[in-house]
């Protein structure tokens, strides 16, 4: 044997060695097998080696019994081993219990499978409520066994009651619950409910698939679907209420119309018409609830890293001047593409984007942020200072003062006027802080507007003309997005759902314009959503706002008689 095979075999034999000394631990020798079990996931050996350890007295701990109950679980599908699975399983767990081992979640959820798969819903939903008897907390997959095992038994009040539970913990819904939810209700002919969950997975899924949109399809077309009888005399105000403190793309007052509906599989052209009703689909952003959360979620963040002075006053500056459409991160915009050897900050290409934020929006000027330190060194410029004072008369910047970050202002004034903010910043870092803001993502796309400068040419990437959720109409059609099997945008299905009844019980609502015939910036792709526009267009700013050179001071312009940008 050459030196290197005699090497390789020395390490062979020291291994077999040490396991051996390892192994004169039966504990330690049975969990080693029992890993070879799991890893190989074959139920047989782990029962073999289970009834094995029972009679030699092996002190199991909490690890041995759920990697037991975690086989039996996984493998009760199996036909040829179910009887088996069921049979050790339940025995093993009350083994555990008679041992005083306390079980902890991942315990409690393969119990529960199991008890689901022998179909017994009340003793996995039982199971879950004990947990915290354990001192343990339940997860989604905790409670699925006992919510699909009383959905596949079409018993819809039980499947209620767990979904109840699993709100009073916390416990948020994904796409197979809600849907297998869906489809029990409309089983059942719960087309309250049916409704319900409908707007549930707009909120909680983009696209749906394809087997949730059978679900959805096999509603509407159904006897019972077609049966439902919605208001007849909705009136049009209170829809157009619901759609704008929704945020667009649903007014929740529930059905409309009556007789059967029209299903179509369609699909949705670059301005978000249906190419099968030519109905507009809209961008839809969180609703009033969501944004007033965000916005509390944010100035408090600010005031524990702020000086909480400054943001204060700001705050207040910011409810007497609510009228602005557009903010601008002025540093991100201002430093974009200026790392090189005589970069520095690009007051023309910010100067490039508020003149076609002012353009565009029809002669309203942007609220520009910038850093206190920034205006200074721009002031000292004749050429900057000149676009400086022209932002400040028209009452267009806003200065944050030394030691802030004007991160959180241009985001808190974005969220709280629900206006476009002008960055590229992707605001990771806010997300972090904002962690469980489901919405953040949907908000971002309804108001964040990317640019580029191609050649020294501003481009805006301004947000999508409609977005990717389940809609319902003022005339109560309903519009779903399925998941593109290809994952090209191309492929994508979506359902056309439409009433003929319908079209008449609601009056058009008219898009959302001032007296003077102009749409707002912020509604160019979806005048029907917007939620301060009456209120901006009342809106009289009378104050004017001294230039101040003070760190602590925030500078603003005048506001009124603005003139175009130069």
Not at 124 to 130: D, G, T, Y
Not at 353 to 369: A, D, I, M, T
């Amino acid at each position: 044997m050459d030196a290197t095979n005699h090497t390789i075999g020395s390490k062979d034999w020291k291994t077999k060695q040490n396991k051996k000394k390892n192994f004169k631990n039966p504990e330690a020798k049975f969990q080693f097998e029992l890993n070879s079990c799991s890893k190989a996931k074959d139920l047989r050996a782990a029962i073999s080696l289970y009834d094995e350890g029972v009679s030699c007295n092996t002190r199991f701990n909490q690890h041995h019994f759920n990697a037991l109950l975690y086989l039996c679980s996984t493998t009760v599908a199996d036909p040829s081993l179910r009887d088996s699975a069921l049979d050790y399983g339940f025995r093993i767990f009350n083994h555990m219990l008679n041992l005083s081992i306390n079980p902890n979640e991942a315990t409690v959820t393969a119990v529960a499978r199991l008890a689901a798969a022998k179909g017994d819903g009340d003793y996995a939903f039982e199971l879950v409520k004990s947990i915290g008897e354990y001192k343990a907390l339940p997860r989604l997959r905790t409670y699925d066994p006992a919510l699909f095992c009383f959905c596949e038994h079409l018993d819809a009040d039980k499947a209620y009651e767990v979904e109840e539970h699993m709100k009073m913990l916390g416990v948020g819904l994904e796409e197979a619950e809600l849907a297998a939810l869906l489809k029990v209700s409309a089983e059942n002919g719960r087309a309250d409910k049916v409704y319900e969950y409908l707007h549930k997975l707009r909120s909680t899924v983009r696209c749906v698939s394809e087997s949730t949109a059978l679900i959805i399809e096999d509603w509407f077309c159904s006897s019972r679907g077609c049966e439902v009888v919605g208001e007849v005399n909705l009136d049009a105000g209170r829809v157009k209420e619901g759609i704008l403190r929704h945020g667009g793309g649903w007014h929740g007052l529930g059905w409309v119309g009556k007789g059967d509906w029209i299903v179509r599989k369609t699909s949705v052209d670059d301005e978000g018409h249906c190419c099968s009703c030519n109905e507009k689909l809209v961008c839809v952003d969180i609703d009033d609830e969501e944004t007033e959360k965000f916005a509390q979620s944010v100035a408090a963040l600010a005031m524990e890293r702020e000086v909480k002075a400054n943001f204060s006053d700001f705050q207040d500056w910011l409810e007497k001047h609510a009228c602005y459409e557009a903010i601008v991160d002025g540093a991100n915009i201002g430093l974009y593409q200026q790392n090189f050897a005589d970069g520095g900050f690009s007051i023309s290409q910010l100067n490039d984007v508020v003149k076609e934020l002012y353009n565009q929006s029809g002669n309203k000027w942007p609220l520009v942020f910038l850093h206190n330190k920034r205006l200074k060194g721009l002031m000292e410029n004749p050429s900057s200072k000149k676009l400086v004072e022209e932002w400040m008369n028209n009452g267009a910047l806003y200065t944050t003062p030394n030691g802030s970050n004007d991160d959180w202002y241009w985001l808190y004034a974005a969220v709280k006027l629900r206006c476009l903010l002008v960055t590229n910043d992707e605001m990771r870092d806010h997300i972090f802080e904002l962690i469980g803001s489901s919405f953040f993502n949907q908000w971002k796309e309804r108001h964040q507007v990317h640019y580029t400068f191609v050649k020294g040419n501003l481009k805006l990437q301004m947000p999508p003309s409609y977005s990717l959720v389940i809609q319902e109409s003022e005339k109560g059609s309903w519009h779903v997005p399925s998941t593109p099997g290809s994952g090209n945008e191309c492929s994508r299905t979506w359902l056309c759902i439409t009433r003929p009844s319908a079209q008449d019980v609601v009056a058009t609502i008219s898009n959302v314009v001032d007296a003077s015939g102009k749409v707002h910036l912020l509604l160019r792709q979806n005048p029907k959503d917007h939620h301060c526009l009456n209120r901006c267009a009342n809106s009289v700013l009378s104050s004017d706002s001294q230039v101040s050179e003070n760190s602590t001071t925030s500078l603003t312009g005048k506001r009124k008689e603005r003139s175009p940008p130069s």
